[in-house]
């Protein structure tokens, strides 16, 4: 999997991504990163990308032709127009679901607003899915790229090293995944659930995804709307 950051701040990216889980699957070589700066297609000798708003209004608007020449310049040695996203609060909000199904693309293109945005004429030719990373408003798309990569990121084989982890945690079959413990077994008086110590493998896989269904009920109810339940699942529910 490659990835293609287009950004005014190059060094955020790989600041942020090279270290702990990514920064490993960057040095083995099961993701690439490249953090493509807008500037150096500039095409005045100030480097300057960006300019006022027709129309008026503060701020100031990320204009067409830099971010172009940087989509061009990644797009070159590409088989076939790769998927741009474009992070924008005014996007559809990203989710898990939306994580797996980018996780399959060869080539992925993050483009990263800063200011007001970016000129709308080079969305429309580029931009291929409009992405948000919650109801609020960034200062810019880095930290939402840096979100998507490292969720994306974790989807694709070889990337965790216990690939199981990856399948049972939360939002696999929309639910939250179960609490989990760790030594010692009581800590300022708090005992670790005792089925957890039974060697029991089947009744632990029953208590967790017990612990599972209920706090998916009680923090995220809409959750359960779209969970895929069995009728033992049910049955525990309506309990
Ligand atoms: N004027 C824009 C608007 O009202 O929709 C907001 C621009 S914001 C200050 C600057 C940049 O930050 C955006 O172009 C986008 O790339 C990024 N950004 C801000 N909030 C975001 C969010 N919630 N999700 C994804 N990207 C966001």
Redesign the pocket.
């Known amino acids: 999997m490659n990835f293609y950051v287009l950004t005014l701040f190059p060094e955020m990216i790989q600041q942020g991504l090279g270290t702990s889980i990514t920064g490993r699957a960057l040095e083995k070589g099961t993701i690439s990163l490249e953090a493509v700066n807008i500037r150096d297609y500039a095409e005045n000798k100030h480097h300057k990308v960006d300019d006022y708003p027709y129309g008026g209004g503060a ?1 100031m608007v990320m204009q067409a032709a830099p971010v172009y020449g940087a989509y061009e310049a990644v797009k070159e040695n590409m088989a076939s127009p790769p998927r741009v996203v ?6 559809q909000v990203f989710h898990q679901k939306m994580a797996e199904e980018l996780a399959r693309e060869e080539n992925l293109v993050f ?8 000129d709308e004429r080079v969305l429309e030719e580029i931009v291929t899915d409009y ?11 880095e930290l ?1 790229a840096m979100v998507m990569i490292d969720a994306i990121s974790r989807m694709v084989p070889g990337v965790l090293s216990n690939e199981e982890s990856a399948r049972t945690e939360s939002f696999s079959d929309n639910l939250l995944e179960h609490p989990q413990y760790s030594r010692p077994e009581v800590w300022r008086g708090k005992n670790v659930p005792q089925v957890l110590l039974s060697g029991h493998h089947a009744n632990i896989e029953r208590w967790r995804r017990e612990q599972s269904l209920l706090r998916t009920a009680v923090r995220r109810p809409d959750l359960l709307e779209t969970a895929v339940l069995s009728e033992k699942d049910k049955k525990y529910l309506h309990e």
Do not use: A, F, N, W
């Open positions: 701020g474009y992070l924008t609060p005014q996007g483009l990263c607003g800063h200011y007001e945005g970016i992405v948000s990373i919650g109801d609020y408003v960034l200062t810019g798309g939402p």
